[in-house]
């Protein structure tokens, strides 16, 4: 792999894990608790589960560093939200939680040089 390959990835995961704390912090201002971050199986990884009174909330969150390929919660389409919810799924067959309901959340972040990160908090996708 080229060098500046190497270091674009160090970058985006890095803004990525920076707009996941950003994102988990969003999520405990608006009174849910987190239940696990990054949890990975064989089908993918949940980004954040957290609990909104009753409800599971699985999160996922896009981070961009500026607009210029579009807003982040335009990538997560129709074919995500489903394995989003097989995740889910999986999610809940391995852990001891009964909840009432089970939502996908999406949080769009979009941080632009000299001002305060954009955070776009969609409820419900799927």
């Not at 999160?59 to 997560?76: D, H, I, N, Q, Y």
Request: aromatic content about 4%; overall charge positive; charged content about 25%.
């Amino acid at each position: 792999m080229a060098a500046g390959r190497t270091v674009r990835r160090g970058v985006r995961n890095t803004v990525g894990a920076w707009g996941e704390q950003l994102a988990a912090t969003h999520l405990v201002e608006q009174d849910m608790v987190i239940l696990d971050r990054n949890w990975r199986c064989d089908l993918g990884e949940l980004d954040l589960v957290a609990r909104d009174g009753n409800a599971l909330v699985v999160c996922e969150v896009k981070t961009r560093r500026g607009a210029a390929f579009g807003s982040p919660l335009e990538a997560v389409t129709r074919q995500k939200a489903a394995r989003l919810r097989r995740l889910a799924m999986r999610w809940l067959d391995e852990h001891p939680v009964s909840p009432l309901e089970v939502r996908i959340d999406v949080i769009g972040i979009v941080v632009s040089p000299g001002s305060a990160p954009g955070i776009e908090h969609l409820r419900g996708v799927a």
